[in-house]
Nanobody, 121 residues
Framework: QVQLVESGGGLVQPGGSLRLSCAAS????????MGWYRQAPGKQRELVST???????NYADSVKGRFTISRDNAKNTVYLQMNSLKPEDAAVYYC???????????????WGQGTQVSVSS
């Protein structure tokens, strides 16, 4: 019903930047909160940043001041600008969207398939 496709991951040197994108498609009535999560090998998935439909944002302490989340509601797309990347930022990054597929259908969370971010010299 709803698909989320991430892009923009890759290999970058410490101190470098990447911009992730996540586009939602399918049967979408409205998308409320969108967000980015990450999972490093051997660790649990953790929240990186979220953004409400109105643009209010939330960040993990570890990325504050370095990462910026934004969204384009017309395109059902969320972005994550990552600057000053550190080796500890390396992980698979997943986007999540809270979606209503109809006016009287309850909200469900949908996840993307993930995009790898590697930070190494």
């Amino acid at each position: 019903q709803v698909q989320l496709v991430e892009s923009g991951g890759g290999l970058v040197q410490p101190g470098g930047s990447l911009r992730l994108s996540c586009a939602a498609s399918g049967t979408i009535f409205i998308i409320n909160d969108m967000g980015w999560y990450r999972q490093a090998p051997g660790k649990q998935r953790e929240l990186v940043s979220t953004i409400t439909r109105g643009g209010s944002t939330n960040y993990a302490d570890s990325v504050k001041g370095r990462f910026t989340i934004s969204r384009d509601n017309a395109k059902n797309t969320v972005y994550l600008q990552m600057n000053s990347l550190k080796p500890e930022d390396a992980a698979v990054y997943y986007c999540k969207a809270a979606v209503h597929t109809g006016p009287r259908i309850y909200e469900l969370d949908y996840w993307g398939q993930g995009t790898q971010v590697s930070v190494s010299s």
